[in-house]
């Protein structure tokens, strides 16, 4: 088995849970990755109204680069992490990305679809507000937009399978889509996700205090967009470091596994997080 690690961390092999979704490979297009014969694309303007409120605080700000593709009608494509910021902006980048709309580029007087990578710089708050249980909850919310740019990808032009497009929109923020993408396996045409950013399982007091030691193996979903989703524990360590686990896992951050056209596309995976005393 191939394995990747990150000091005490480890990304096991890739597992799959069929789900019983029919799955259809879309069909590849020609993505150009420079800016050889081509013109565009170019990014047009967005404009966000601030819905942080009054109960905003904790004001924070960094930048995130996704890679994305524009195709033919202007709109964002296989949007993927490129350069994760490991914390609530990257999700808030992501739905920045699926809302902006863009000039296709033109090759041979022809919208054409074109790579880039696109860089954001944002502004983020915490918030209070209340669940449908009526319960205090904290979420983080985008004051404004403080920036976006676009940059070339690479240096040539390649077929690649385009995701269906997905129109986010803020009401989008703390509802489940109707939709959710089939899993795939990796090794059938389809390439594993690669780590992007981990971070470090914290010792829990109890386990520090008995000397516990082990690995606690955590399965997630990797989404298409290189988020770790419907996380949960496999196998248990106990002594409170499941959870710290779980906790570190959600910082996590991938490029998503493709198919061999490049498309984004849903696989399961198991973390081994080691704990060990030094």
Known sequence: MNYLRNGLVTLCALTLSVYGHSYQTAAPEIVYLDNS????????PLTLQDTSGNDCHHS?????????????SGNPRNIMLSEPAGNELDELAVRVAGMDRFTPAVHNG????????????????????????GQPITVVRLKSIENQELK????DSQNIALAPEHHITPSEEHTAPDNVPSLRKVGTGVRPPVLLRSAVAKYSDEARKDGVTGTSVISTIVDLNGFPKNIHVV???GHGLDQQAIDAVKAYRFKPATTLDGEPVQVQVSIEVRFRLR
């Open 152 to 155: 070339l990808a690479g240096h």
């Open 235 to 237: 196998r248990i360590l």
């Open 110 to 133: 022809l919208p054409a679809a074109a790579e880039r990578l696109l860089k954001l710089k944002l502004k983020a708050c915490i918030a209070t507000m209340n669940n449908a249980q």
């Open 60 to 72: 924070f700000d960094g930048h995130v680069v996704l890679s994305i593709v524009v195709d033919t």
């Open 37 to 44: 014969g081509i013109t565009g694309p170019q990014l047009q």
